[in-house]
């Protein structure tokens, strides 16, 4: 069983992959709407008040309308590309005493010291020990 989430097999690490994301339409959407309204502002606004900057402002926004408008309906539009890459093989347990053993041990050294009754030690005590 080789699969894409298949991470005891080490040929699957540090491989890379390539994954696309596409706004949603609602998304590329929503920033049409904004890019129409700021061309609008620009044209009615920006230009006649501030000259220069008000045309950049309005090919800026002239822009960002055009490009929305592509990701919303250009049926080319895959989107950006995101590489991922494994970050290599799991790391090994460490050695030495296994996590329960240690939480045995500090539940003991708890009760040794009252800290705890002797029910409360029984019932951890075998929660500890159901787990492995």
Not at 33 to 53: E, K, R, S
Not at 65 to 82: D, H, R, S, W
Not at 94 to 122: F, M, V
Request: no cysteine; net charge neutral; charged share 20%.
């Amino acid at each position: 069983m080789s699969g894409f989430n298949d991470f005891n097999n080490p040929n699957n690490f540090n491989r890379r992959r390539r994954v696309t994301y596409r706004p949603s339409r609602a998304q590329a959407g929503i920033g049409l709407a904004g890019g129409a309204l700021f061309v609008v502002l620009g044209v009615t606004v920006a230009i006649p008040n501030f000259g220069l900057f008000g045309i950049i402002w309005t090919l800026f926004a002239l822009g960002i309308t055009v490009y929305n408008g592509y990701m919303a309906f250009g049926k080319k539009y895959i989107g950006p590309e995101i590489n991922i890459e494994d970050g290599g093989a799991p790391k090994p347990a460490p050695e030495g005493p296994s996590d329960a053993e240690t939480r045995l041990t500090q539940l003991a050294a708890l009760h040794a010291k009252g800290l705890i009754t002797d029910e409360e030690y029984e019932e951890k005590r075998r929660e500890i020990l159901d787990e492995i």
